[in-house]
């Protein structure tokens, strides 16, 4: 449900809860033929114009003495609503009522309308803004990551030119499509996770053609093809994945990177990235501003529905990313 119809939904509960059904209930035993059966009616009217002018005012009014200035206006017409509307019963039944003492015992309630108006205008603007910051601060993360991620492949581009010419040449070619990749399609919020994990197959490739026969890569990906269409947020598998590549002490014996991704039906996406640890990277810290900036990321877009957990250990690195979609 997007946002538009979320603020309908909310000001229609709003109208019916606080102003329809209290009439309703006080008023709805009146007979059928009954002259006055209106009334009620007419009183819901008033307060929900007086509802509605105050929304409309807090959101273009430019200043504060403006908006009092304002809401005393729109104050003063649903009190002369009030009051015209209980003289006009006066005159049709023939006898004086006492209409300034009848609309007296509303104006409360049109004070509180317009402060309830107030504080739901004033809380959707507070969602606006931190929606906006929340943005503002998910671009701030991923201009910290692209850059990373161009500049560690650049680096295997450059060690290849060195050692193998053509394989440079397909390096360049994987590179390109890499980073049309990240810069077109992963710039969107969410992209499909086949794409994405496409994207993971890419970069794997061109690190192994980068490291050779100095690191052992294993790569395991089991999604069911339905998951393959679905949405998830862009660029969250590289970050362990190059984490992996950048420590998993290439040029040493036994070096290893392995990577788990699951997707099944239920929703639930798994990456599990492991690698080994050289003895003269043993206790250092490891891809930490990565590391949290992508457990940020996953906080602000989808908070409880993800985690990321690691575990570090003499010998062994482990990063494992859960999310529900």
Known sequence: MNKVAVRFAVHAVVILMIFILPEVVLFGSRPANDVFRWVPYAKVAVFVAVFYMEYLLLGISPSRLRFVIGSVVILCAGVSGMYMLFDYVGQVIGRHVPALHAVI??????????????????????????????????????????????????NTVYALTEIDPPAAREAVHRLSALLRYALYEADSTTVKLGREVAFIKDYVRLMQMRMGDS??????????????????????????????FKHGGPGTSGSYVSIRIN??????????????????TAGSKRGGVGLENLRRRLGLIYGDRASLEISSQPAIFVAQMKIKI
């Open 105 to 154: 015992r509303d104006i409360v309630m049109l004070v509180l309308t317009m402060g309830l108006s107030v504080a739901m205008r004033l809380s959707e603007r507070m969602g606006q803004i931190e929606a906006t910051h929340k943005e503002e601060e998910l671009k701030q993360l991923k201009s910290q990551l692209n850059p990373h991620f161009l500049f560690n492949s650049l």
């Open 215 to 244: 690191i052992t890569v294993s790569m395991v990906i089991e999604i069911d093809s339905e998951m393959e269409d679905k949405e998830i947020a862009s660029m969250l598998f590289v970050t362990l994945v190059e984490n992996a």
């Open 263 to 280: 997707a099944s039906l239920s929703g639930n996406v798994e990456c599990d990235v492991a690698n080994s640890v050289s003895a003269g």
